[in-house]
């Protein structure tokens, strides 16, 4: 708090000194928009302008920016979820199946995560069969 107060008298003092009047610490001057559009200026804390950060700060480009998701990893990434979701869906559809129990249907997990659609016919049929033989009898 100290710090800015000091800043300030210096400040003052240096514009004496100088033949200047001294910086206006009044917060009635103060800048519409269109006159800091205009100026192209606004401070931004410790006295720096907008301009002058821009010109130390420039913008990159997105792809400099986000080097990890240009068009093309985007477009793997995409594949690669829509393969994951076609290889996992038996394995879910045998889980949330109530076809099977216990470890009846852990080896049927396992049929279809690793044979994927051809382990969920196979599941399927052996499991629908099973059911036709129960009720029939």
Same mark, same amino acid.
């Given at each position: 708090m100290r710090a #800015?107060?000091?800043?300030?008298?210096?400040?003052?003092?240096?514009?004496?000194?100088?033949?200047?009047? #001294? #910086?206006?610490?009044?917060r009635s001057r103060r800048m519409s928009v269109s006159q800091i559009v205009a100026n192209g200026t606004t401070t931004l804390g410790r006295g720096a302008s907008r301009r002058a950060y821009v010109q130390r700060h420039p913008r990159k480009p997105a792809a400099a920016r986000h080097p990890s998701m240009d068009p093309d990893t985007r477009l793997i990434i995409l594949a690669v979820s829509v393969l994951a979701l076609i290889h996992l869906t038996p394995s879910i559809w045998v889980l949330a199946s109530g076809r099977s129990h216990g470890g009846a249907k852990f080896g049927w997990f396992l049929l279809a995560l690793l044979f994927t659609w051809l382990g969920l016919a196979v599941f399927l049929i052996s499991t629908q069969a099973s059911r036709d033989r129960n009720s029939g009898a």
């Open positions: #800015p107060v000091l800043a300030l008298c210096f400040a003052s003092l240096a514009s004496m000194a100088v033949g200047q009047a #001294p #910086p206006d610490t009044s």
